[in-house]
Each structure stands twice: as structure tokens, then as C-alpha cells.
């Protein structure tokens, strides 16, 4: 069983920044995907970003995330981390750390629902 502490979440203006980070509680397979997944009561859940190994280590970011999140781990303690900028109202949600095999979440590890194990989530609001 593998938990999931997520950390760094908070209130930021329009165009701040905030570093979010994830450690697990024990080591997870390389055949596993990790991924920030956001939801906003009432509406479905959303992968912002994951990261997942075939050969190299790859990324995927969410229509939303591109060319202002970037996802990355450290290679010795697996902590995962996801540096947002340019934050918008529209990021306002509670972000999740996920992980999962990635013969359930699709070649991008994009499917937000098929999570194998999910962190308790950590607020993130953007104010205008």
C-alpha cells in the first residue's frame, strides 16, 4: 500500500506561483505512473500533469498546465513535485498526488479516474 503527502498548496494573486510536493511512503515501480490531478466540487477531475518511465522518464501536461506547469521528481527520495506559474482564478481546485500502474491510465497516464492511490490533497486558490 503506498501513501501519498502531498504539501505546498495555498492562497496566491493572479501571475503568482506556488511549488507543490508529493512523498510517498515507500518506493513505487518504474511500470507505475505519478501524476497532480486537480477537481473542483462539481466538476470532474482533471490530470494537470503526470510523469512516467518508457526507456526515459516522460511528461504529459493537461491542456491547462502547458507552458505554465511543470511536473518532475527527485531520483533519490521520489519526491514529486509540480511548479505552477502564472496561476489563474481558473486554477483554483484542490490538487491531488497520484500513482498508479500505467497498463490502467493509458500511454499518457491521463485517464483522472483510474488511479491506483491518491494523496489527501492540499488546497491551491487563486485570487484576482
Known amino acids: 500500500q503506498v501513501q501519498l503527502t502531498e504539501s505546498g498548496g495555498g492562497s496566491v494573486k493572479t501571475g503568482g506561483s506556488l511549488r507543490l510536493s508529493c512523498v510517498p511512503s515507500t518506493y513505487i515501480e518504474r511500470t507505475y505512473c505519478k501524476a497532480w490531478v486537480r477537481q473542483v466540487p462539481g466538476k470532474a477531475r482533471e490530470v494537470v500533469a503526470s510523469?512516467?518511465?518508457?526507456?526515459?522518464?516522460?511528461?504529459h501536461y493537461g491542456a491547462a498546465a502547458k507552458g505554465r506547469f511543470s511536473i518532475s521528481q527527485d531520483t533519490l527520495d521520489s519526491t514529486l513535485y509540480l511548479q505552477m506559474n502564472s496561476l489563474e482564478p481558473d486554477d483554483t481546485a484542490m490538487y491531488f498526488c497520484?500513482?498508479?500502474?500505467?497498463?490502467?491510465?493509458?500511454?499518457?497516464?491521463?485517464?483522472?479516474?483510474?488511479?491506483?492511490?491518491w494523496g489527501q490533497g492540499t488546497q491551491v486558490t487563486v485570487s484576482s
Open positions: 497520484a500513482a498508479g500502474p500505467r497498463s490502467d491510465l493509458g500511454d499518457l497516464c491521463n485517464r483522472p479516474d483510474d488511479f491506483a492511490y
Open positions: 510523469i512516467f518511465h518508457t526507456g526515459g522518464l516522460n511528461t
